[in-house]
């Protein structure tokens, strides 16, 4: 999805997210991990957005 925007549109994303940068699949990864070891949390939602939406 990322590949078809250009550097002008990926800077003014980075620019509005709180982390300054656009996330990456490792980012999703991690929270699917965490998620999978902690077998008491169950029905969250969590935004891997980094910050992005309120």
């Not at 902690?38 to 980094?50: A, P, Q, S, W």
Request: charged share 30%; aromatic share 6%.
């Amino acid at each position: 999805m990322n590949n078809e925007l250009s550097k002008a549109e990926e800077e003014k994303i980075k620019n509005e997210i709180p982390l300054k940068r656009i996330g990456t699949p490792k980012d999703v990864a991690n929270c699917v991990y965490m998620l999978t070891n902690h077998e008491y949390i169950t029905g969250e939602v969590i935004k891997i957005d980094g910050g992005w939406t309120e």
